[in-house]
């Protein structure tokens, strides 16, 4: 049996659908926190996004976010669905929801009613970009990726902006409120009440952009898209070998030097142009091309093995596949079976109390008697 994880008794009702709250709850539950998934009727959004699709017919999409969950159904549009609802919330620690601002206000699940139901209540809410001037815009991870100013700092130069290949909002909003929850917990461990943790698709985002955001902050500057490049790193790029691309990240001036030398090209360490970071930023595009010259001919993989050997931070660009099973070489487990299905492994791990895989995602409303029953008579959750 699996031992019980950090967050074993802790309920969370999970009114959050879509990505960014349900990786949060994901997250919870993977740490032992019973996770009960509330579904409109028609089931969350991501069930119906595909292809995609498992074998039997289910959307990878919503099976990447969801394992480790209960679902029920409740319709909060009529008076049965809001009484179960309220019943779940009286009995959880944590409540989660994405909903528009102020959509659950209007159903009588404002905080304020919520907290007098249940005054431990974690209270997190996930809106697009806040409950004030912006709480009517509809967040969605590609249009926060626009006005964030991200798309115009990933794109290959300052005209072409373009998206991650992930939603990054959606992420890292997920992540903000598994710390926010786990926080506001530890406040409620010390005082005994609950609160109201709030945060956006937007402040996230801008939070996320780290030495960009805090480049504008402080100077001014408007960077923009340099494809793989670093703005303030040389180099810091990929490269074409003899096979495919190698990405090739020298960080300080001793890195630069054991790179010079598995090129065989010692004497750039030296060059005046290459002396430092800053000079090297200066004359990239001199340096890329005597760099580029040598490393087309060998292989990539060569290169990543003589590289790290030299303490030199390298890799191939390597696909999904490659790149899954580069972590099951170095014996990181990165897929674990759960129930039959296959995750990707939550990349946590602790020494006492373990990540646990308990439950396979979902199918809509199938713990519904279990949980009324928990809820109306009092019956264990196992």
């Known amino acids: 049996m699996t031992a019980p994880g ?23 539950a993977d740490l032992g926190a019973t996770v009960i998934k509330v579904e409109a009727p028609w089931g ?29 159904v409740l319709d909060l549009a009529l008076p049965e669905g809001r009484r179960r609802g309220l019943s779940l919330v009286r009995r959880a620690d944590v409540l989660i929801e994405n ?3 102020g959509s ?14 249940n005054p431990r209540l974690v209270h997190c809410s996930i809106t697009g970009f806040g409950s004030g001037a912006g709480r009517d815009l509809p967040g969605y991870d590609l249009v926060v990726q626009a006005v964030s100013g991200l798309m115009s700092l990933t794109g290959p130069d300052a005209a072409t902006p373009t998206k991650t290949g992930i939603a990054t909002a959606d992420v890292l909003t997920g992540l903000h409120a598994a710390i926010g929850i786990l926080a506001a917990l530890q406040h409620r461990n010390a005082t005994g009440l609950g609160q109201h943790v709030t945060l956006n698709l937007l402040a996230s985002m801008l939070s996320g ?9 402080l100077t001014g500057d408007l960077s923009h898209g340099m494809g793989i490049r670093h703005p303030s790193i040389c180099p810091y790029e990929e490269f074409q070998t003899a096979d495919r691309l190698l990405i090739i990240t020298a960080g300080n001036d001793r890195q630069f030097r054991a790179l010079c030398d598995c090129l065989g090209l010692a004497e750039l360490a030296d060059d005046p142009r290459f002396v430092s970071n800053g000079r090297r930023v ?9 760099l580029g010259q040598v490393l087309r001919t060998r292989t990539a993989d060569d290169w990543f093995t003589t590289l790290t050997r030299a303490g030199v931070p390298s890799g191939p660009v390597n696909d999904v596949g490659q790149g899954m099973a580069l972590a099951a070489s170095l014996g990181l487990e990165p897929i674990v079976g759960v129930d039959g299905s296959a995750q990707v492994a939550n990349p946590l791990r602790f020494s006492a109390t373990p990540v646990g895989y308990r439950r396979r995602p979902p199918g809509l409303g199938a713990d519904e008697e279990e949980v009324l029953a928990w809820l109306d008579h009092d019956e264990e959750l196992t």
Do not use: C
Request: proline share 5%.
């Open 282 to 290: 200066n004359h990239r595009e001199e340096l890329r091309a005597l």
């Open 99 to 101: 909903f528009r601002a």
């Open 209 to 217: 952009l780290v030495n960009f955001g805090a480049s504008y902050a």
């Open 104 to 117: 659950l206000d209007r159903l009588g699940f404002d905080h304020a009613t919520l907290s007098e139901l």
């Open 44 to 72: 969350d959004d991501t069930r119906h996004w595909g292809p995609p699709w498992t074998a039997d017919g289910q959307s990878t999409y919503f099976q990447s976010i969801n394992r480790n969950k209960r679902s029920i």
């Open 6 to 28: 950090p967050l074993d008794g802790i309920v969370i009702a999970d009114f959050s659908r879509v990505l960014a709250g349900p990786y949060a709850t994901m997250l919870l």
